[in-house]
């Protein structure tokens, strides 16, 4: 939808998917089905969507006419005339995705099938708008620079992760309250509208992290789940019905306010004592370079004496907060992913299993605790992929979100 640039501003292109953003229900459905399972022959997608073997051709003879499909190597059974697979076409769509985090900004490109095209990034002592904005834009114009203008058509959107009220957050990272205050009277779209016609779409960022996971990791093993995802701070996402849940104003799943009590016994919320920055912190007292938590590729064996006591804490915690959340909906697993290594990764998820083998479940269905997948891009991904979730995919949470 997004392409060329004039007089500085990147403008609208007619055509391509533009029109996509009306896709019916069963064309929803049946792309939200190949992009859940793969590649499926017509007869299979019938049969799973519960519509006549017709319907089902005519819908995809249209959508790879669209573009947004392909077809499969021809699959020959026993009997009869080969079948033919369809899956979703790499360039059918593609979007764009910002994550806006504590010490950096990710701008990324994702295709339909989810890869990551391309990826440019930047730090800064604290996340300010002209900041944040101004890697935006100059962002923008690199890729877009750099991508056919058949491809530019086929661009659907930006997608951008923030933490929920991001103007209280000088508090944790040290910035003067009069610039972060300034974040409470920005506008994403209307700033963005400013150098680019691209739709917006503005999504919490651990929701954002969440949709990630549901949608290219292991979340297509569940039904009904929640996700921690541990960064700067903590945070989480709901998944209900196969789909995530957004909540009212899109702050569903804020895991990170859930109530803790401190070593006094005073009342503490999880993202006080369960997230990275915490970490970071003790790091600053001990005089070691905080830098070193967010290199890539990122190594934190060199910081076992400090990283092992944290696991323990933040595993502990996680227990708690798991089967809080479980008290209000039996999710049938959690999944805890973050923004640091695979080994600290597994780790912390075997010692979340370990503290709620202790715990006092009278009256709850344990959950799953299982790793996530997607490590630290998943904001960044998510983010891209709303645009497409919007536009393309299934929500099938719509009517509960209306009410």
């Known amino acids: 939808m997004v392409g060329h640039m004039d007089g500085g501003k990147i403008r609208d292109l007619s055509g391509g998917v533009n029109q996509s953003g009306v896709r019916d229900h069963n064309e929803r459905l049946l792309l939200s089905m190949l992009q859940r399972y793969g590649a499926l022959p017509g007869i299979d997608l019938a049969r799973r969507a519960g519509l006549s073997p017709q319907t089902v051709s005519v819908i995809l003879r249209k959508l790879e006419k669209d573009g947004l ?12 005339k080969p079948s033919i697979p369809m899956e979703l076409a790499d360039d059918g769509v593609f979007s764009l995705g910002l994550k806006v985090g504590r010490r950096s900004a990710d701008l990324l490109l994702l295709d339909f099938k989810g890869n990551v095209r391309t990826q440019l990034h930047t730090t800064y002592a604290y996340p300010l708008p002209e900041s944040v904005f101004g890697f935006l834009e100059g962002g923008l114009k690199t890729i877009l620079g750099d991508m056919p203008e058949e491809a530019q058509k086929r661009l659907c959107g930006l997608g951008i992760a923030t933490p929920f009220e991001l103007w209280k957050w000088h508090d944790l990272v040290g910035a003067s309250v009069d610039k972060f205050r300034s974040w409470k009277d920005v506008d994403f779209r209307q700033e963005v509208a400013r150098f680019s016609d691209l739709p917006v779409f503005v999504v919490n960022d651990s929701t954002a992290a969440c949709r990630a996971e549901h949608l290219y990791g292991r979340g297509k093993e569940f039904r009904d789940y929640a996700c921690f995802f541990i960064g700067s701070f903590v945070g989480g996402g709901v998944v209900l019905n196969n789909t995530v849940f957004e909540g009212n104003q899109g702050n569903a799943g804020a895991l990170g306010s859930l109530r803790s009590t401190g070593p006094l ?3 503490r919320q999880l993202v006080d004592v369960a997230s990275i920055h915490l970490l970071e912190g003790r790091l600053i007292e001990a005089g070691v370079d905080p830098k070193i938590l967010w290199q890539q590729p990122q190594d934190w064996h060199d910081l076992s004496r400090y990283v092992e006591p944290w696991i323990g804490e933040t595993a502990q915690e996680l ?9 209000v909906i039996d999710f049938e697993a959690i999944l805890i992913d973050g923004a640091f290594p695979e080994d600290v990764r597994m780790e912390l998820v075997e010692r979340v299993k370990r503290y709620l083998a202790n715990q006092d479940t009278r009256g709850l269905i344990t959950p799953q605790i299982e790793t996530g997948s997607i490590g630290e891009n998943a904001r960044g991904i998510g983010a891209a992929s709303s645009p497409i979730f919007t536009q393309f995919l299934l929500n099938t949470n719509a009517g509960l979100a209306a009410v």
């Open 69 to 80: 499909l392909m077809r499969g190597e021809p699959v020959r059974g026993k009997v009869g």
């Open 319 to 327: 227990a708690k907060a798991a089967l809080s959340i479980c008290s």
């Open 265 to 267: 016994g005073e009342s």
